[in-house]
């Protein structure tokens, strides 16, 4: 096993779960975004909180509190512990603060990259990039016949491919791929140990062919959350994505391609033409990329590019919130870079997850056009915050899916409160369409 910095044992204290009994709860990404604003304001890394003073200071700054963090940083003989039988398993950790993690990742999803990765194999799979396969557990007979050819073309030219080790899509393309000794690479959301432990897995992984990476601890159970959230991992690695069957309006593979689609350069999205489901066809409407027609031995990444350079931009069934944050919008925020340590620049600051009831008046800005500005954005994102909140989500939740500044986010939930356009739930706190 490579050996972990003193940055990454500090992240994992922070951030991991390392047993069942832990008596502290981890921070979670939002959390630690905000203690990583704390550091760099004070030009410190994680590996400095093992100062005792420096840890007061960063506690007091960020808001985590003394006595949280403290217990995190104590946890040094259960980390010791745990990287133990990590390494006995072939496991390895790389943090952002190393510069071994993909930079791939940082540059695609910037502040939402994972503050850690896991992996079992070759981790120099991750520079070379490649294709990503993606779509439903219910694989029809034309949608598995073309993911078969396609990743068979794939391997003969020496494309690596990318998936989410799931059952259907994912995992057709992974077993194709492996079984023509072709190099994989499987984004995990769950049981990363017992999956490395498979026969074909331990194989492809010995040859240097198959790398499983996931930012879950490598036996976690199976969540949601996680399986829609470990998306765009595969969007962020992969150069191009080809979403090979997506149930309309549901499941992980819609919500991932339509994340991408709206994402901010976003990567090309390719989509199988059919006509059935239905979501294939609504996901070129938000401005995928029909699957192009590919001739025997012709280049498969050539097609691709040629297809994405042919292709008409395509108006998305909900515009970005940053489309009416720029310019001279008075409550414009720039867009966040990966919170890197310790190159990253410096973030606005965030604030804590409640939502004050508002009045609908913008105190900020004091001359009527700044008011009548914030009106304007108001009414043209609300439709998009709506939409979102079909399911119950925190403050927190919903500003990092969005990739918007908290502070105007919960200017406009008040508002949305006050018209009860959205109503409040409590224990814990969370928002959700009236």
């Known amino acids: ?14 951030c991991a779960f390392l047993n069942k009994d832990d008596s502290v709860k981890p921070l979670t990404q939002t959390e630690y975004t905000t203690l990583t604003q704390s550091l760099l304001k004070e030009k410190l890394t994680p590996s400095s909180l093992y100062d005792s003073e420096l840890l007061a200071q960063i506690a007091e700054d960020s808001g985590l509190g003394m006595e949280r963090l403290k217990g995190l940083m104590d946890r040094g003989m259960q980390l010791g512990f745990a990287l133990e039988k990590w390494g006995s398993d072939g496991i390895w950790v790389v943090s952002r603060s190393d510069a071994e993690y993909p930079q791939c990742i940082k540059r695609h999803i910037k502040h939402q990259s994972p503050p850690f990765l896991y992996g079992v194999g070759d981790r120099k799979l991750l520079v070379g990039g490649g294709v990503a396969f993606v779509g439903s557990r219910n ?32 995992e057709t393309s992974m077993d194709t791929a492996i079984s023509g000794n072709g190099k994989v690479i499987g984004i995990v959301a769950d049981r990363l140990r017992q999956k490395s432990l498979k026969k074909s897995y331990r194989t492809a992984i010995a040859k240097q062919n198959l790398l499983l990476l996931s930012p879950y601890h490598p036996e976690a159970g199976f969540n949601v959350g996680n399986a829609m959230a470990r998306n765009k991992l595969i969007y962020a690695i992969a150069d191009y994505s080809i979403v090979v069957s997506a149930d309309h309006n549901k499941g992980g593979t819609w919500a991932g391609a339509k994340e991408e689609l709206r994402r901010k350069p976003a990567k090309p999205v390719y989509v199988r033409k059919c006509d059935k489901p239905e979501g294939n066809r609504k996901l070129v409407e938000l401005g995928a990329i029909e699957f192009p027609e590919i001739q025997a031995d012709e280049l498969i990444l050539k097609a691709l590019a040629d297809a994405a350079k042919s292709s008409k931009p395509v108006q998305e069934e909900l515009p970005s919130l940053f489309d009416f944050m720029g310019g001279n919008n008075v409550n414009s925020q ?7 340590i310790p190159e990253a620049k410096s973030h606005p600051p965030v604030v804590n997850n409640t939502v004050d009831k508002g009045t609908g008046k913008d105190e900020t800005n004091s001359t009527t056009d700044d008011i009548q500005i914030s009106d ?35 200017d406009w939930l008040g508002k949305a409160l006050s018209q009860k356009l959205i109503i409040k739930k409590t224990k814990p706190v969370r928002f959700q369409k009236a």
């Open 334 to 340: 720039p867009k966040e870079k990966a919170l890197d």
């Open 1 to 14: 096993m490579t050996t972990i910095t003193e940055n990454t044992k500090a992240i994992l204290l922070l």
């Open 376 to 410: 304007a954005v108001y009414h043209a994102v609300i439709p998009i915050i709506i939409n979102e909140l079909r399911e119950p989500k925190n403050a927190a939740e919903l500003a990092e899916h969005l990739n918007v500044n908290k502070t105007q986010l919960n």
């Open 139 to 170: 694989i029809d007979t034309d949608g598995f016949n073309f993911t078969k050819s396609i990743v068979q073309a794939c391997v003969k030219q020496g494309i690596t491919v990318i998936s989410g080790a799931a059952k259907g899509v994912d």
